[in-house]
């Protein structure tokens, strides 16, 4: 076999090589795209079960302030109060919040839950959970929540 017939036959593979790099490039970008259509639709979802429970909560304890979470820490809800407690003559303030939101798309394909319960100036929880958006299910996210909150509406009607 002389020199010209190598030369094309290794150019040829080449070519075949790059082709298939691409075809995975384009594989990899479809896949990423439709991880981050995922992601949004789980975070739309969850955003919307933390501000529905959040809402009730603000309706059983008048008081609270409730607030849309839309930021770069990601999407959810936040309600918060501020009280005074008079004991002999002095003032003490007492904050009380509950936060939770979804964190953005990242690089590691996760849907993650952050919340931070504070009760009368005392934390009651910073947690966290995460789920791979391969193994996503919603429900189990969305009974978390529930219980995060719940947890925190018992707390702040027993010391309140």
Sequence with gaps: MDFENRLQRAIDRGQKTKQSNQQSQAARVATEEELKVL?????????????????KIVDH????????????????ASIRRDDIKMNRGEVDRLFSQLQMTVRPFSPSHLVDLSAKATIRNKELYARSHFQRLSEL?????????????????????AQS
């Design 61 to 76: 304890f008048p008081g609270f302030e409730y607030t849309t979470i839309a930021d770069e820490q990601g999407w959810g």
């Design 39 to 55: 992601h949004s639709a789980a975070r739309l979802e969850l955003s919307e079960h933390i501000e529905e429970c959040l809402k």
């Design 137 to 157: 299910d919603l429900e189990s996210f969305k009974e978390l929540i529930d219980l995060w909150i719940l947890e925190a509406a018992e707390k702040y009607a």
